[in-house]
Structures are given as structure tokens and as C-alpha cells.
């Protein structure tokens, strides 16, 4: 794959990150961006927003070159691919030369050391120093582009949101619908209830032949238990017990 054929605009974009000094203390903090330029220049610039810069454009050339140095195998969206990831892993550092000790921080330019994880090749990118009034110029170009992927990254996350918004009004509204629904298959279903035991609720109530009232004219009278009455004739004859008489009655009469 040719690397001219490569738009650097669509391919690899913008990149933001902070850049810890190594070599040098600074006073702030070194934030960077490396983004396309146009569609076969790579710009890189690091500054504290204050006083100090650096940075460097890249053509597809350059691009070519460090890909040699780097090691990267694959294509060329591969290796653009990884050079995005190195700068985006926040482990980037902006090194100073040795002998920048006994110097200002940044006469000398710098180095932009980033790898996309520990063990893995690194993406060292040359840095000149930006002075004069060309330093101003630099840190209002970072400043509108940091502002501009502020302004980028809002946008997405309210079409994010709204589009959110709009898939929980239509969840909410299938939710309804579902209740709905629930409820008209719980009203059949209460009516099939309904219709199954309303006919044994009707066999319940309708007497059975045994308990059906007989009619007046078919009740019959209880026939009436007659009880034996002993007649007078055949009363059983009294017994004649025979009296005694007295002890002493008998023996006045004994001669």
C-alpha cells in the first residue's frame, strides 16, 4: 500500500495529550497535539500554553521514515494506527537534551518519546523550538484546536444523548403498549374462566330427581303403627290368693 494514497486527514485525525518533561523541570505542564495538517502533512506541537514550544510538520516522507525507524510491520493505515495509539496512551514524555541544564528550558528543541504499551517499540518524534513571536502564534493555534475538539467531542455527546433520549421514549412507549396488551390477554383470559365454570355453575342448581318435592296428590299418608289394646273379655283372671289367719285365731278354734 502506497503511503501517498493514504489521506492523513481521514486516516489519523487529531490527538491531545500531556507530555511529561524529562530532563528539565518546567513550571507548567507540556500538553501536545499531533494532528493532519492536510491530507499529506503530519503537524506536532507541544507548549505549555505560557512562553514555551516546540514542534515540527511531517510530511508523508518523514511519515515513511519513521516507520522504518519504529520497526512497525503491516500497512500503512497499520503503522498510523499505531502511532495514534502511542500518543494516545498517556504515557508520553517530552525529553531535553543533557546539556539544556545550564540552558533555558527548550533552546535546544526536544524529543516526543510515546509507546502504545510497555515492551513495545517506541514513536520518537524530533521537536525544533518555536521562539519569538512565532511562539504566540503557536500557542493560539493549539489553543482554537484543543477548542475545537472540546467543541467536537460536545456535539457527539448530545447527538449521544439525544439519540439516547429518543430510544428511551420509544422503549417507554413499547412499555405501554406491552401493559396494555398484558391486560387485554388478562381480561380474555378471565372471560375463558368464566365461560368454563358457568356450566357447572348451572348443573349445581338444578335439583336432582331424588330431591324433587312430591306434588299433594302423591303423598302418601304414613301408615299409623297399631299398637295391640287387650279387649276387656280376655283380660287375664285375677288370681285368688287364700287368706291366712292368725296364729291365735287358730288356736281358739282347735278344741
Known sequence: EMAAAVDLEDAFGAVFGEAKPEGHPTARPILFRAHARSAATLRVVATDCHSLAW??????????????????GGSWVDFLDYLKSSLSSGEVKLLFAGDQLRK????????????????????????????????????????????????????????EQEQMSQ???????????????????????????????????????????????????????????????????????AKVTKRVAPTSRRLYNNP
Open 104 to 159: 533555558s528550558t527548550g533552546s535546544d528543541g526536544a524529543k516526543l518519546v510515546a509507546t502504545k504499551a510497555k515492551g513495545l517499540p517506541l514513536i520518537t518524534i524530533s521537536l525544533h523550538s518555536v521562539t519569538g513571536a512565532v511562539t504566540s502564534d503557536v500557542i493560539a493555534e493549539f489553543s482554537l484546536g484543543l477548542y475545537g475538539a472540546y467543541r467536537t467531542a460536545r456535539e457527539l455527546v448530545s447527538k
Open 167 to 237: 430510544l428511551m421514549g420509544s422503549l417507554s412507549t413499547e412499555r405501554e403498549k406491552n401493559e396494555i396488551m398484558q391486560k387485554q390477554l388478562e381480561s380474555l383470559s378471565f372471560l375463558d374462566k368464566r365461560k368454563a365454570t358457568k356450566p357447572k355453575l348451572l348443573a349445581d342448581q338444578v335439583p336432582s330427581v331424588s330431591a324433587v318435592t312430591l306434588g299433594s296428590d302423591q303423598v302418601t299418608a304414613p301408615v299409623q303403627q297399631q299398637i295391640s289394646v287387650p279387649s276387656p273379655s280376655k283380660a287375664p283372671p
Open 55 to 72: 514542534g515540527c510538520s511531517l510530511s508523508v516522507s518523514d511519515l515513511d521514515d519513521l516507520r522504518d525507524d519504529v520497526g512497525i
